[in-house]
């Protein structure tokens, strides 16, 4: 699992890659984190479009980011998702916290 992490204006997009599960959420989590606190943004994009595998800790990175972004007075948005990430996050409720937006099929 990887992840590039893109600054913006007032946005930090972050292009994950691979597989998220527990041990590589919480390497990824940490490098947002540093990001969010570091530059305060508006608004977290989390891009998923090179995501391959994910359990119930990618619901829980979302979540914490969710959480640390709104401490700050910002927003979040997830976009990319394979439609069976984005069945898993509307059914886990994630549209509540932000814009999700399932991968276009070409």
Known sequence: MSAKIEFRQDEIKVYLEG???????????MS?????LSKRPQKLVLDFGKVTFMDSSGIGLV??????????????SMENLSASAY??????GLERLGEIKQREVI
């Open 32 to 36: 947002i984190d540093d990001a969010i």
């Open 63 to 76: 979540m914490g980011r969710y959480k640390l972004m709104k401490s700050i007075g910002g927003r979040i």
């Open 19 to 29: 597989e998220i599960d527990h041990h590589s959420a919480s390497i990824i989590r």
């Open 87 to 92: 069945k898993v996050m509307k059914l886990a």
